[in-house]
């Protein structure tokens, strides 16, 4: 009896009861009161960002073969730092009375992904995935494959109220910025494709995910002023305009994906993976517990694909898998 | 990887409900932490999931406190799940399980115990003899994979002394096996 044997007597849960205990999960969510839901429901990270930053700043640009909409597809991405006292400002906004939603006005689940669900392999993940789901040939050392996950495609619709947008902007002191007419009624896509997380772990607490699916789409109306509208986005993120002008001019919206950053928790900078550009972000923050907790994030995209590779480790392990990734 | 996690969010928030698919990643983190936690307190079988349900039934519902430090929300629901164990010690009463009532005195030698049983069977039986402060700091440590700077913050002993305590519950696991207890 050794250290070894010890550690291998953990087991995965029963894959039936993890699935029963998530939707006992879900049911409770559903039983929680719709002010309590209304507070978490954009409260991810990037709260009221979420529509004016993330959508409008986000993705590549492309005329699509459809007539009348543009679709927003990633090709590459790029951290843009922001500060999180302003998030604090978003979420305390969001949760405010006057501005459930933020800045939206509608929001409807077209298709809903459902939870994420247990698969035995990467391959039995690839025909949920539509594709062949790739896998690092290189572990660091001590990690192992763990589980693997596919949760299903989704699909959302979204309506930006003006009025909401202008209320935001008054309550940010944004008083220069000039809201584009013609948002109102009009409905922003998003499509979600399937998406398959990998993990890995060690005994001794080292954890990596490979995060990995085909390019979401976000569809918006034709005529919009994408450029205008990141502008716009990246002030209410906190960027004085001369910057928040020069990012949304620079930035080649046909192939980047914007990624917002904690300029006060982070570090990040642009590597190459496979030959394609990548973003490898590092953070360090202290939780409620006091515990100071580090994570490395890297971001890249291969043809058609999104790749996400995150975890507990060094950015040189994280490099070293990413490049391995095949 | 719970920062990460949360970092992760940035990248999907755009193209769906981030909050859902976080608050996914943070369920499947934890949910095999958690299991194995009660795994190793409790067993293996129906009460480790009926325990484990409970924690996560009793941390979900005000999971939104979390929204911005699920590293936090993962220390908080082994906070629950230790009280969920106290209680769950509180209320069984003191009857034996067939398999336990194996090792009364009295029954199968040794030998015949070691023969039939694997190795998990009998390691869960040795775990199950290990006081209670002893068998949580192994919990936490082997089921939950914490190190032992965060059992150290978590239960309120230095590290030095929980590193003590496992370094003892080992060894007295070990001589055990070795006994063919």
Sequence with gaps: MDDRMLHEYRRDPDPRFARDLRERLRRLEGRRPLAARGVVRLAALAAGVAL??????????????????????????????????????????EQGKDHGLLVLDKEETVLDPGPMR?????????????????????????????????????????????????AVLQRLDLNDVQVPAGLDGRWIEVKKPPVVFQKFRSPRSRRAMLVQARSPEVSVPAGWDVERLAEIGLRVLGLDTGEARRIA???????????????????????????????????????????????????????????????????????QMAESVS | MANGDATVARLWLWAQRAR?????LVFSEQLPRVYNFFRYRVGPGAVAEDLTSLTFEKAWVARERYD????????????????????????????????????????????????????????????????????ELLALKYGAEYTNRDIARMTGLSESNVGTILHRAVQALRADWDEGA
């Design chain 2, 20 to 24: 859902s698919t976080e608050w996914d």
């Design chain 1, 52 to 93: 004016v930053a993330a959508l409008f700043t986000i993705p590549s640009v492309r005329v699509s073969a459809q007539s009348f909409l543009e679709l927003f597809r990633v090709r590459r991405f790029a951290a843009v730092p922001f500060n999180e006292s302003r998030f604090e400002t978003l979420r305390s906004l």
């Design chain 2, 68 to 135: 911005r430090d699920r590293a936090g929300f993962g220390t908080w629901i082994f906070a629950v799940a230790r009280n969920v164990a106290i209680d769950h010690f509180r209320s069984a009463r003191p009857t034996v399980s067939l398999e336990e009532a194996a090792e009364l005195p009295g029954g199968p030698t040794p030998e015949e115990i070691a023969g039939k049983r694997s190795d998990e069977a009998r390691l869960a039986s040795l775990l199950a003899r290990r006081p209670d402060r002893e068998r």
């Design chain 1, 118 to 166: 247990y698969v035995p392999s990467r391959q039995a993940a690839s025909p949920e995935a539509g594709f062949a789901v790739s896998t690092p040939s290189y572990l660091p050392e001590g990690l192992v494959a763990d589980s693997v996950f596919v949760q299903g495609a989704g699909a959302m619709r979204l309506s930006v109220s003006e009025a909401k947008l202008r």
């Design chain 1, 249 to 319: 001019r620079s930035t080649d919206w046909r192939s980047t994906l914007l990624v917002p950053v904690p300029m006060n928790a982070s570090t990040f900078r642009q590597v190459t993976v496979h030959g394609q550009s990548g973003l490898l972000i590092t953070t360090s923050t202290r939780g409620q517990d006091g515990i100071r907790r580090e994570g490395t994030m890297l971001m890249w995209t291969e043809g058609e694909r999104v790749f996400c590779l995150q975890g507990n480790l060094s950015g040189h392990d994280l490099m």
